[in-house]
């Protein structure tokens, strides 16, 4: 397996553009994350899945972040209208289950100016 | 206070030195995660670990569930091991879910 597999690795946008994450776990793990990054904050959970559907959601910051995993092979995670302050790098990771190692993606940095 | 305390949070270090990194956590776990996070951003996972001690390489992680504190070691330190090392814990209330310190970075000088 080549691992968990985020697109784009940069992205470059637009204050009120739509920005959209891309994805891929590692087939067969039945959980899958998006983190968020920055210099103030470190990593946050921003949400989580278990077999598609979405557990907890808690971490996302507004409205205007929103998070599908339509199959089990494929999520994306949402930001529309993009903010300057939303920039950072998002990470997705999958895990078999609770009780395993995180397999993180290479991550997205996003910057919005 | 945060839930999950790491020390120190810059590190530098010449090659061959022995280095220990430290993560103290204030809720109750199960488990632990140490994350290797390097300059180019990427993120891999070290250990996973409950009680004792595990080894891989030149690393060991150590774990003291009672004290709530766990020790990341380097044995004869390499330039190529800079990166941020990442403390994360799953709180029993809810244990899918990750709570990470705020990472310490190391500097390995030749």
């Known amino acids: 397996d080549a691992g968990v597999i985020q697109s784009p690795r940069h992205e470059v946008t637009e204050m009120g553009q739509e920005v959209t994450l891309r994805c891929k776990p590692i087939s067969g793990h039945d959980y899958l994350f998006w983190y968020r990054q920055t210099m103030m904050r470190g990593l946050e959970l921003l949400i989580y899945f278990n077999n598609n559907v979405p557990i907890d959601d808690s971490g996302m910051p507004e409205d205007r972040f929103s998070a599908k995993m339509p199959n089990a092979s494929f999520s994306t995670l949402k930001i529309q209208p993009s903010e300057p302050r939303d920039s950072a790098v998002y990470f997705c990771a999958s895990t078999v289950n609770q009780n395993t190692e995180a397999f993180f993606g290479q991550g997205t940095r996003l910057t919005v100016v | 206070k945060n839930e999950v305390e790491q020390s120190p949070q810059n590190l530098t270090a010449q090659e061959g030195e022995f280095i220990t990194i430290n993560c103290s956590y204030s809720v109750g776990i199960s488990a632990l995660h140490w994350l290797q996070q390097h300059p180019g951003g990427g993120i891999v996972s070290l250990f996973m670990?409950?009680?004792g001690k595990k080894k891989h390489g030149r690393l060991i992680a150590t774990i003291n569930i009672q004290e709530k504190h766990s020790s990341l070691h380097i044995t004869a330190s390499h330039p190529r091991d800079s990166a941020v090392y990442i403390c994360?814990?799953?709180?029993?209330?809810?244990?899918?879910?990750?709570?990470f310190g705020t990472g310490t970075r190391l500097q390995v000088f030749p």
């Open positions: 670990l409950s009680s």
């Open positions: 994360a814990v799953p709180p029993m209330n809810n244990t899918d879910k990750l709570i």
